[in-house]
């Protein structure tokens, strides 16, 4: 099937698995969903309370869980960490409280910062001073090819930096924080923990544009059970260790699968890793039909990403569709 990029709506975010069993409607079942840089491992949630869904969120416990992500980042002022319902709508609003004439962003770049600057000058390396701008966008580690820039040399750009760190919980030693200067950085929950429906994410900046932020999101900006989980989380220093371990094991194996199967691994953080391939786009198709979905890219047909199957059972399949990919091919 040939496929129009510009219209299909794999290669602008992953899952989409109802558009995908739509798609391929004879694939196996149950579908493997690699297309997303989400751990297949999730934090543990909270015993079941009753009251986190029948009553209004306490602004106390939003207090405790900045204050815990404060910790977990480093920052000395928990008025500086707003809590957000994920990190996309905290880019979508920051376009919208910062206009600037001049901006610029490091490219590639997940498609909401697209979507939030959408006059944004593309530039391919983070040689940010050679471009006239006010405010510069880069993602760091950046999705989808893992690229890092190392936060001393963030520290030298001039004008207004946004730092997208949703992937740094895999190795904070990317981080710009706790030092980050006048940056504002955003942080991610769901794609370390494990838990992306939870609609978690920070935002931390500057006092000013911390208070700006906090009045568009309103009095209750997330739920009660993800602050639950939340502060659960970020107070289990143990459970994140062990996650990064597993993590980078996990990435490793799929390292040496993607590599057995006349891949050619070009980047990736320890929660997916990306490919190129000349019949990567046969592959994307090949892979569904097997019940695989995994991630294509619009600014490139000869990439995919993969993600990190979730257990022995999903290891197996990959491992066959992979295999039989190559002897059909």
């Known amino acids: 099937m040939n496929m129009v990029a510009t219209a299909d709506p794999f290669r602008f975010h992953g899952g989409r698995l109802a558009v995908a069993a739509a798609r391929f409607e004879t694939a196996p079942t149950p579908w493997i969903d690699l297309s997303t840089g989400i751990s297949p491992w999730s934090y543990p949630l909270p015993d079941d309370d009753p009251s986190l869904a029948r009553c209004l969120p306490e602004p106390e416990h939003l207090g405790r869980l900045e204050v815990a992500a404060a910790r977990t980042f480093g920052v000395a002022d928990p008025a500086e960490v707003v809590a957000v319902p994920g990190s996309d709508i905290a880019i ?4 919208a409280l910062l206009p600037v004439a001049r901006s610029a962003m490091l490219t590639p770049i997940y498609s909401g910062h697209r979507a939030a600057w959408p006059d944004a000058v593309a530039i391919a390396d983070a040689d940010a001073d050679a471009v006239d701008h006010d405010l510069f966008i880069l993602a760091n580690p950046n999705n989808p090819d893992g ?9 030298e750009i001039r004008g207004q930096v946004i730092v997208d760190e949703a992937f740094a919980d895999t190795d904070p030693a990317v981080s710009l924080l706790p030092d980050r200067g006048a940056a504002i950085v955003l942080r991610s929950f769901g794609k370390f923990f494990g838990l992306a429906g939870l609609r978690l994410g920070f935002v931390i900046a500057d006092i000013s544009v911390a208070r700006r932020l906090r009045a568009l999101l309103g009095d209750w900006p997330v739920s009660g059970f993800a602050m639950a989980t939340g502060l659960a989380a970020y107070q289990d220093q143990q459970w994140q260790d062990n996650q990064r371990r597993r993590l980078r094991d996990a990435a490793s194996r799929l390292d040496e699968l993607l590599t057995e199967s006349g891949l050619e691994l070009v980047g990736g953080t320890s929660l997916f890793r990306l490919i190129t391939h000349d019949k990567a786009r046969e592959l994307f198709e090949y892979l569904g039909q097997s019940g695989i979905l995994v991630r294509p890219f619009a600014e490139n047909e000869r990439q ?6 979730a257990h022995e059972a999903a290891w ?4 066959d569709a992979l295999k039989n990919w190559r ?3």
């Open 92 to 95: 979508r609003l920051l376009g």
């Open 147 to 155: 690229r890092t820039v190392a936060p001393e040399r963030l520290r």
């Open 304 to 309: 995919l990403r993969f993600g990190l199957p």
């Open 316 to 319: 197996d399949r990959l491992t």
């Open 327 to 329: 002897q059909d091919s």
